[in-house]
């Protein structure tokens, strides 16, 4: 009798592999764990370093709240907090070159998100922050300091130009929206003078700089615009905080909290001899509740160039019931630095005469642009955006 055929230990090896790629198959068909939503997470792992994985978190966090009750890779993200205010999540991606299933293992990318720890144990901060504040404060117009001064200077902050009072949660949520476009230098005396006045005013606070892409007629009410929604599309905030560059407070007690009814702040300017130019002005720098915000459809976009957009925001808050408030002359003082004056805009009277009748159909609700970079820096989240000028 011949022998039977004997399995050699190479055909062994074939049969055991065949084996485990089956039984995994079963496996993965009925624990359901393949993946039903495909992510293109090539753009994740391309250029991954520390810094730039900031930029990360608000895409992944979309991905992965909007497909939270679908997606069942959600097992396998591992959440770790990585300090009091915000978590990391480790997702595992696969190489680019292997396409886009988020959770078919090979490359593991641990990216923070911007996503605040609901402790809810921290105690509310106390009310009154008097003992940290100074009063009084000097302005400092010379030497301007370079971005990575500042940077060193204020390790305290998180990436986007975040703070939070570290031992006890403040009670709202504050972003401050600049409009921006080639003024370097008031820049960084801008956030060289901020973040510790912030700071010392225990606000949760982040400092947006909405900067419009190209030379055409700038449209500060529109960036404003952006700065809102771009701001809530990153993470909730209580109120906004819309401020020139410029415009540098001299007294911290002139406090940076939310308000009830809009506030205009820039209420003693140095260059106006700290008066009032008259009642009803809301430019410079102002605070509204987000809320409110939402209900005066943000500014008008149809103000080009200098000049209009914040009476017609005054304007605005009266046709809706609300009031401006203001803190006191002694307190609300600002220096501006000095620059060019713009040109005033021939038509802003016009646009004026004629606001009224757009309220309800020009601001928020007709706001159109293009981001073209959103980058979170050290000191400050920044938010390119071209907007269309009409011809
Ligand atoms: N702005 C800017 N670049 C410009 C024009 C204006 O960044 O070319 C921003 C900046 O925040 C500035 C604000 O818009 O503080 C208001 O403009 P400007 O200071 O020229 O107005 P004014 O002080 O004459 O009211
Ligand atoms: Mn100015």
Known sequence: MPPLCPITPYKGLFFLVVAFVLLEYLINTFTNSKPSVYFNTT?????????????????????????????PHNKTLHFATKNDSYYSYAVTVPPPQLGSKLGNTSTSVTVPVAIEAQNDSTPLCPDDISSNLKGRLPIVKSPVPTAQELETRFDWLRPGGRWSPENCRAPKRVALVVPFRCRGEH???????????????????????????????FNRAMLMNVGYKEALAVERFDCFIFHDIDLLPEDDRNLYTCPEQPRHMSVAVDIFKYKLPYPEIFGGVSAISTEHFKLLNGFSNSFWGWGGEDDDMSNRIRYHHLHISRYPLTIARYTMLTHKKDKPSASRYDVLKQGQQRFDKDGL???????????????????????????
Not at 48 to 66: C, N, R, S
């Open 43 to 71: 753009k994740l792992l391309n250029n991954v370093d520390d810094k730039e994985i900031h930029t990360y978190g608000p895409l992944l966090k979309t991905l992965l709240f909007k497909n939270n009750k679908t997606h």
């Open 187 to 217: 820049l960084l005396l801008f956030l060289q003078h901020m973040h510790p006045f912030l700071k010392r005013q225990q606000l949760d606070y982040r400092i947006f700089v909405v900067e419009q892409d190209g030379d055409g007629t």
């Open 365 to 391: 609700n007709n706001l159109r642009y293009k981001l073209v970079q959103k980058k979170y820096h050290l000191l400050y989240t920044w938010i390119l955006v071209a907007v269309d000028a009409p011809s």
